[in-house]
Antibody
Framework: QVQLVESGGGVVQPGKSLRLSCAAS????????MHWVRQPAGKGPEWVAL????????YYADSVKGRFTISRDNSKDTVSLQMNNVRAEDTAVYYC?????????????WGQGTLVTVSS | EIVMTQSPATLSVSPGERATLSCRAS??????LAWYQQKPGQAPRLLIY???TRATGIPARFSGSGSGTEFTLTISSLQSEDFAVYYC?????????FGPGTKVDIK
């Protein structure tokens, strides 16, 4: 069965960096675009970043452009999110997700999430 | 950016009753509309895509309708496991934006 397992969350100070990872299994990872989606407490989800199946195309929400970088390693079935110069408003649960049937949207499978708290 | 709104914010329903949730887009999204269910401490789960197509494994009591700017999610007979928050998401325009959610709780 499809599994997505995020790791790397924690408490980080404003302006610092954090790297999230997502390990995938149960599907042919190299054929799927992958997303990071975040959800602040009590609010709806917000799409953060997308990487195409082969890593050649990357897209970002305006709120994170220039600060976050998405990457993937198809030999290890992992996708990562490098978060630099974090802000208080980046505090959220971060999920990795794949697109339905190989499309970009909607989001089909989600991981369990990893909590990122930005606080001094 | 397309703004999604949902109503009501909270819907109190008795088990076995029908629940009707609404979602509105600030401009037409055609049928590029998905519904998700989220229970406390869990990730969202895809219920409906293409406005009316149930995702794999989703029970027939869940149905979606609408196109353009007005959409509805109907749960025909609420089961105990259906009490949750429901989000709509448009994916017609980049980025796919979510509504603020409707919480369905026990009356």
């Amino acid at each position: 069965q499809v599994q997505l397992v995020e790791s790397g969350g924690g408490v980080v100070q404003p302006g610092k960096s954090l790297r999230l990872s997502c390990a995938a299994s149960g599907f042919t990872f190299s054929l799927y675009a992958m997303h990071w989606v975040r959800q602040p407490a009590g609010k709806g989800p917000e799409w953060v970043a997308l990487i195409s199946y082969d890593g050649t195309n990357k897209y970002y929400a305006d709120s994170v452009k220039g600060r976050f970088t998405i990457s993937r390693d198809n030999s290890k079935d992992t996708v990562s999110l490098q978060m630099n110069n974090v802000r208080a408003e980046d505090t959220a649960v971060y999920y990795c997700a794949n697109g339905l049937s190989g499309s970009y949207f909607p989001f089909d499978y989600w991981g369990q999430g990893t909590l990122v708290t930005v606080s001094s | 950016e397309i703004v999604m709104t949902q109503s009501p914010a909270t819907l109190s329903v008795s088990p076995g009753e029908r629940a009707t949730l609404s979602c509105r887009a600030s401009q037409s999204v055609s049928s590029k509309l998905a519904w998700y269910q989220q229970k406390p401490g869990q990730a969202p789960r895809l219920l409906i895509y293409g406005a009316s197509t149930r995702a794999t494994g989703i029970p027939a009591r869940f149905s979606g309708s609408g196109s353009g700017t007005e959409f509805t999610l109907t749960i025909s007979s609420l089961q105990s496991e259906d009490f949750a928050v429901y989000y709509c998401q448009q994916y017609k325009n980049w980025p796919g934006t979510f509504g603020p959610g409707t919480k369905v709780d026990i009356k």
